[in-house]
Structure formats: C-alpha cells, structure tokens
C-alpha cells in the first residue's frame, strides 16, 4: 500500500482565496483524521471521521473550515476565505477500528497563506 | 487548553548517550500512550506505545516508562543515535474515543556525533 497520500505537498496563496486540501487514506482503514501542526499547538486534531461520518470536529477553529468525506477513499479540508494565520502544516492520517491502535500519516501539505 | 503537554522544546545528546524525552498530561481518562517520531518534511510515524495497565514497554533502544500517579511518560534511547535525530511527538487516546489521538507540542532531539 502506497500509505496515506495528501495533495498538494506545498499551496501558496493569497489572503481571501479558497484552500481545498485532499487526502486518500489507506485501503480498509476505518477513521480518518485531519491534524494542523503549529509551533505554538504541536499537533493539533481538527476533525476525525468513521466509515465516512464526522465523529468530532470539535477542533476545527471557525466556521471557515469544513471538511469531508463523500467516499471511503477520499477527503478534502477546506478554508474559505483563507487568512495569513492559518499557514501550517495540514496532515491526514487513517487507522484501523481496532482497539488502542496507530494513526498512519501522510506526508503533510504546506500551507501559506499570503 | 492543552491536555498532552512536552515542556521542553529541544533537547541534545551525545551519541551514544541516553535520551530522555518527558510528557505531562492532564486528563486521568486517557488509558492508552503513544510516541510518534517526525522528520522533516515528513509525517509522523508510530514509535512505540503504551497502555495504562503497564508501568514500562520496550522495543529495542526505545523503552517508555508509564506514571500514572504522577500523569507523566518519558521515553528512553538507548544508545543513542544521530539517525535519531527528529521531532518527538507524544500521544493520549481515552477508552471512550479510543482512536482519537491528542498530540503534544513535540520535542526536537538532536544526537550529536
């Protein structure tokens, strides 16, 4: 398996612009989640799914975020407008169902917002 | 309010030496402790985990030592190695949501040759 693959690696855009973010998770893989990593926050989760539902999307921080996940192979992040204080690192990452098991990340996509 | 929490930013060793990375937490609900490892322009990748009913986990160099009085975690390198080198992530999940993993702020080891 090609692991958890996100595009694009790197956006640059300008302030007020739409960001749509994309992620493919492993094959079988029952959650999904969205995590945005700052300096100030390390880490932080942003919404997860299961089998395709929101379960949680208490952490995302306005009502600028949304996400999705139409399918089991597919899901989108997206800011709009965007601002120059939501550049980070965005990462997607899946797990398995069972019981106290591993997240797999992708390798991130750098966000500026200029 | 930050409930996985890693007061110290960075940290550096001597090859060959032990590492010891430290991790605070807040909430008693969490039963189940992980540590991811980064590199840069990469995601996290798994490390080793540990649950609340264990007080230690090994793994080869990597051991992580579980306080659950004290609410703090720490993982051991031993020895030490500059391949090492990256960001430490830890990681809590409660039985409730047990894939809902909540992530510190990171501690960036660096192994010197």
């Known amino acids: 398996d090609a692991g958890v693959i996100q595009s694009p690696r790197h956006e640059v855009t300008e302030m007020g612009q739409e960001v749509t973010l994309r992620c493919k998770p492993i094959?079988?893989?029952?959650?999904l989640f969205w995590y945005r990593q700052t300096m100030m926050r390390g880490l932080e989760l942003l919404i997860y799914?299961?089998?395709?539902?929101?379960?949680?999307d208490s952490g995302m921080p306005e009502d600028r975020f949304s996400a999705k996940m139409p399918n089991a192979s597919f899901s989108t992040l997206k800011i709009q407008p965007s601002e120059p204080r939501d550049s980070a690192v965005y990462f997607c990452?899946?797990?398995?169902?069972?019981?106290?098991?591993?997240?797999?990340f992708g390798q991130g996509t750098r966000l500026t917002v200029v | 309010d930050q409930q996985v929490k890693q007061n110290s930013p960075s940290l550096s060793v001597q090859e060959g030496r032990i590492s010891i990375l430290n991790c605070d937490y807040t909430?008693?609900?969490?039963?189940?402790f992980l540590w991811y490892k980064k590199y840069p322009a990469e995601g996290p990748t798994f490390l080793i985990s540990?649950?609340?009913?264990?007080d230690k986990n090994e793994d080869g160099r990597f051991t992580v030592f579980l306080n659950k009085s004290a609410k703090h975690l720490s993982l051991h390198i031993v020895p030490s190695q500059p391949g090492d080198s990256a960001v430490y992530f830890c990681?809590?999940?409660?039985?409730?949501?047990?894939?809902?993993?909540?992530f510190g702020t990171g501690t960036l080891l660096a192994v010197q040759p």
């Open positions: 990681a809590a999940s409660e039985g409730i949501h047990p894939n809902k993993l909540i």
């Open positions: 909430n008693s609900m969490f039963d189940y």
């Open positions: 990452a899946s797990s398995f169902k069972e019981w106290n098991t591993e997240a797999f």
């Open positions: 799914f299961n089998n395709n539902v929101p379960i949680d």
């Open positions: 540990i649950s609340s009913i264990k």
């Open positions: 094959s079988g893989h029952d959650y």
